[in-house]
């Protein structure tokens, strides 16, 4: 028998200003930490096979930080996909967004436009960047557009079901995640894919985000193996 990998991991990246502290750095060095730790997890996943990575970059509650690093944390993008777009071609990786990418400033949505664009026709690992993203603005705009739709009799209201809503939610082509893992310590899920992951197997690890890595991935998908199983 071979061993069951989940389709969809999604990471709360958590931490990383706690990081930079913790080392007498600033939290923007934490979140560039971050972004070192985020390419190791990622070659991760291109190892193990897993089909789609969400990672949760920027929260719409982010934008009620320090504005210097709300600043930084909108040029990362910007620095990260034009130093790394050679290398996810390479390793065929296809870059998604999910999130209100029309209010980002224009540097960064150009970035992640053309990340997207450029990647689209590669079919190995999806990472899904979750960036500005919030779980219930991700419903509330599904439901704007499924409202249009009953205006415009596309569906009857009594046809409504889970699979027409999924279809307007920012994640529509993506499964939904077997694993969300939150490194950080904290427990929350900080409004993070709240419809996704009504099944999700939680998983919560102490470590800061930019000392995460490969090891400690490989860790947690096998706790959730475990689990498959003994539940199968
Ligand atoms: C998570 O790390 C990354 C983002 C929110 C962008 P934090 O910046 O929340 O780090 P801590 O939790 O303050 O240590
Ligand atoms: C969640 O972390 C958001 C991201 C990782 C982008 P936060 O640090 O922003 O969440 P809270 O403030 O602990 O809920
Ligand atoms: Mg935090």
């Known amino acids: ?87 996810f071609m390479k390793k065929n990786i296809r870059i998604l967004v999910s999130g209100n990418i029309a209010s980002l400033p224009d540097s960064t949505r150009k970035a992640v436009i053309k990340a997207v664009e450029q990647t689209k026709s590669n079919d190995g690992l999806i990472v899904n960047f979750a960036l500005n993203y919030s779980g219930r603005s991700d419903i509330l705009q599904a439901v704007r557009h499924l409202v249009l739709d009953i205006q415009h009799k596309k569906i009857d209201i009594n046809q409504l079901d889970e699979n027409y809503f999924q279809q307007f939610l920012y994640t529509k082509t993506l499964p939904d995640p077997e694993i969300i893992i939150r490194t950080g310590g904290e427990k929350r899920i900080s409004n993070f894919l709240i419809w996704q992951s009504a099944q999700a197997e939680l998983y919560f690890s102490d470590v800061y985000f930019p000392d995460f890595n490969k090891d400690l991935f490989r860790k947690a998908i096998a706790e959730v193996q475990k689990k498959h199983r003994i539940g199968f």
Request: aromatic share 12%; proline share 5%.
């Open 1 to 87: 028998m071979s061993l069951w990998v989940p389709n969809h991991v999604a990471i709360i990246m958590d931490g990383n200003g706690r990081w930079g502290k913790s080392r007498g750095l600033s939290r923007s060095e934490g979140h560039f930490a971050g972004t070192q730790a985020m390419e190791k997890i990622i070659d991760a996943c291109v190892e193990m096979n897993i089909k789609v990575l969400t990672l949760y970059a920027f929260s719409t509650e982010n934008w009620s930080r320090p504005a210097d690093e709300v600043n930084y944390l909108m040029y990362l993008p910007v620095k990260f996909f034009n130093k790394k777009l050679p290398g």
